[in-house]
């Protein structure tokens, strides 16, 4: 079973911490990427059969994210889905999910997103506070928010996921707990909570990144980002009070009513195959009956993407602008550092069977460390973080790789 993830790089305008691959774009841009889009997935599933011997791949999730995939019409949303079913065999119960912002939908785009096959939306929210929602560049309100909600449950949308954010400038313990309870009472199915990283080359890294310049701005800046305490507690409010919601936390930033976890992210944490199209997007697949697994990435120009000739039999190998065949070290890492950040943690059955080594034999040394210090529980079948090694896994992590 292949996930598939569709990227879509066009947003009404950039957001101020932004550093995904996305940018505004006028209809005719929009209308030749996808053009492109299509060409890319036709020959990708061609290429796929043919490696099976003429069978499609089973497709079993597909992530259309950016972006701002909701900016796409009903006729495009419609005519890109047809393209993926022409060209890979998608399973009837499929997870399918489109990234949405606020603002971008109605009631009726919806219902025709439903109708081409769409059965999970995820809206990207971020904060219930109109101040905070304005320091982000965010395109909406938490009014706004509301609507493109309603409307979602309306068009019959039952499986939500709402995209939120902590350690924002000028938030408070107070208004990040204010975000928490308005979400809830909504019931989403599903809700992924981040911590703001501040990322080179967005204006808030000049504003509030490390730089001198930016250390001198941010003295000077309107409002300033929590404390480490306050994201602590930041934190806590979250695992609180939405595992008292009945919410499983059931990776570092994801939580999910029972039955709702995302299949497709699933996948990424349990180092399944997927396939990544359109710009910047990210594959992982095995290259042979050996096992190799690789690791490819498309081109990240947007307009030398719209411009490929797909008629032209040599154009899938040159839209990668990376392909690296993974050495056993690389993918025992990863697997390492993906499962650990699930609740479930890495299933040793799966490790032992894919690289024929025990996940103590490799990594016996750390988890023994790790455990003695309350991060880390280890039983038969499983190795996982406990919620104390939740807080600081970036740093564990770092002791799994070479
Ligand atoms: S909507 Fe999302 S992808 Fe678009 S600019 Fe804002 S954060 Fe970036």
């Known amino acids: 079973m292949l996930g598939l993830y569709i990227h879509i790089p066009f947003c009404v305008r950039k957001c101020r911490y932004c550093d995904f691959l996305s940018a505004p774009a006028c209809d005719s841009e929009r209308e030749a990427y996808l053009k492109s889009l299509h060409g890319q997935i036709k020959a990708i599933g061609e290429r796929l059969r043919q490696k099976k011997s003429g069978k499609h791949y089973i497709v079993d999730s597909i992530f259309i994210g950016g972006g701002t995939p909701s900016l796409l019409s009903s006729d495009q949303m419609q005519a890109l889905m047809d393209v993926v079913r022409e060209s890979f065999y998608v399973a009837d119960d499929a997870e399918i999910t489109a990234e949405c912002n606020p603002g971008t939908v109605t ?149 999910a009513l029972p039955e709702s976890v995302c299949r497709h992210n699933l996948k990424y944490w349990h180092c399944e195959e997927y396939l990544g199209v359109g710009t910047g997007a990210a594959s992982y697949m095995k290259t042979n009956s050996s096992g190799d697994y690789c690791r490819l990435k498309v081109i990240t120009d947007t307009k030398a993407f719209s411009e490929i000739d797909w008629n032209d039999p040599l154009s899938l190998d040159k839209c990668f602008a990376e392909c690296d065949i993974l050495s056993l070290q690389e993918q025992m890492e990863e697997m390492a550092f993906l499962g650990l950040r699930t609740k479930e943690g890495v299933r040793l059955s799966s490790f032992y069977e894919r690289f024929g080594k025990s996940f103590n034999e490799v990594y016996g040394e750390v988890v023994k460390k790790y455990t003695a210090m309350g991060m880390m529980k280890a039983d038969e079948t499983h190795v996982a973080l406990t919620l104390k090694g939740m807080e600081v896994a970036n740093w564990i992590m770092a002791d799994f790789c070479g």
Request: with cysteine; hydrophobic share 35%; charged share 25%.
């Open 107 to 255: 009631r009726k785009k919806l219902c025709a997103y439903k109708r081409a096959g769409i059965n999970r939306l995820s809206i990207g929210l971020q904060s219930a506070d109109n101040e905070e929602l304005a320091l982000l560049g965010r395109i909406h309100t938490w009014e706004e928010f509301l609507d493109t909600f309603k409307a979602a449950r309306n068009a019959c949308f039952t499986n939500i996921n709402i995209d939120i954010m902590s350690a924002l400038p000028g938030q408070t313990v107070l208004s990040y707990q204010n975000t928490l309870t308005s979400v809830l009472a909504l019931h989403p199915e599903h809700i992924s909570a981040y911590s703001l990283i501040i990322e080179e080359g967005t204006p808030f890294f000049d504003e509030y990144g490390e730089t001198d310049c930016a250390k001198k701005k941010k003295k000077d800046a309107a409002k300033l980002l929590p404390s480490e305490d306050e994201v602590v507690q930041m934190d806590e409010l979250t695992w609180k009070l939405l595992g008292e919601a009945g919410y499983e936390h059931y990776e570092i930033s994801n939580y």
